[in-house]
């Protein structure tokens, strides 16, 4: 599976493998069966959480790596904390020890010493940013990440946070994670102000920068599958999206591109994150094996310009 580096340490798979948020370990091995298939086509990227069933999701991790006996150096483990708690989701956890005790939470429960990269799952823009990179770069000089992210930042905040990264020879953060796809949609849109959506401000900011988006939500969570299979859209996230007309258009589209090509819609939509005119990285979630290598089939096809216009626009050539 192709790579996309992150710096001169790290690389990761062109598609990443999420980790479940379901607090529940009969879903393990199930779930270990469609690691394995990841793991087998090329994939060696593990997207994990401290808040994905509290904790749960990391030791799930570790319980795979050290079952399959996985040889840790062929594998890149993303590693998240300092998300707020549930009970007060606008109490920010940013503070040097948070930061540090997360990851080392994360560490010890996937059976590591240490991260490829380590991802800040929150923000709080009423903090100052030198604190924040200061501790993350402390992390990197010990040896316990390789790299640091953030997820659910601003463009604004992360070129603060590198600029003053840079301009003092700390670890700049060469990742991002949020919400982006081919389906449009806000933070007001989800009822998540706290999590940040893919627009026209940030993606110039990624074009400019050219830092890598892991890309969550990049199946648009169902949406199109429905639509696509003229199901009912179910309560939550996927009804979201419905909520913004322009979706339908897209979710047209991408049927008519799908009849004329052949490709299926889940290889187009992870194409979409891939050719869009940024350094994408699909972060997914699969239910099976199957729906996992219809999604990696985006590895054999790849989307004009034209294409690409034509999805988010509607215009022909």
């Given at each position: 599976m192709k790579q996309v580096v992150l710096n001169r340490r790290v690389s990761l798979s062109q598609v990443a493998f999420g980790g479940t948020k379901r607090n529940d370990p009969a879903d393990h091995a199930a779930q270990f069966e469609i690691m394995d298939r990841y793991y087998a086509l090329g994939g060696n990227t593990f997207d994990s959480a401290r808040v994905y069933g509290d904790g749960q999701s990391d030791r799930g991790l570790g319980q795979w790596l050290k079952s399959r006996q996985i040889d840790r150096s062929s594998v890149r483990l993303v590693a998240k904390g300092s998300h707020p708690l549930r009970t007060s989701m606008y109490v920010s956890r940013l503070s040097p020890q948070q930061i540090r005790e997360d990851l080392e939470d994360a560490l010890r429960d996937m059976g590591t010493d240490y991260a490829d990269v380590y991802i800040l799952h929150r923000d709080d823009p009423r903090l100052p940013v030198e604190p924040i990179m200061e501790a993350l770069n402390e992390l990197v000089v010990s040896g316990k990440t390789l790299a640091v992210g953030a997820s659910n930042w601003t463009a604004g905040r992360i070129s603060r946070a590198n600029r003053f990264a840079l301009e003092n020879g700390l670890e700049p953060f060469s990742v991002s994670q949020m919400h982006h796809s081919l389906a449009l949609t806000t933070p007001m849109q989800i009822r998540d102000i706290t999590q940040t959506s893919m627009n026209e401000t940030e993606a110039g900011f990624y074009?400019?920068?050219?830092?890598?988006?892991m890309a969550f939500g990049a199946m648009a969570r169902g949406y199109f599958h429905a639509k696509l299979n003229m199901r009912p859209l179910k309560e939550g996230p996927a009804r979201v999206?419905?909520?913004?007309?322009?979706?339908?258009?897209?979710?047209?589209?991408?049927?008519?591109?799908?009849?004329?090509?052949?490709?299926?819609?889940?290889?187009?939509?992870?194409?979409?994150?891939?050719d869009c005119g940024l350094r994408g990285i699909p972060l997914c979630g699969f239910s099976s094996a199957a729906q996992l290598e219809d999604t990696l089939a985006m590895e054999d096809i790849h989307l004009t310009r034209a294409q690409v216009r034509y999805l988010e626009t509607g215009a022909a050539d």
């Open positions: 074009r400019l920068t050219g830092i890598p988006v999206y419905d909520e913004i007309p322009e979706n339908g258009l897209r979710a047209w589209r991408l049927k008519k591109l799908c009849e004329q090509t052949g490709w299926s819609p889940a290889a187009v939509l992870g194409a979409y994150v891939r």
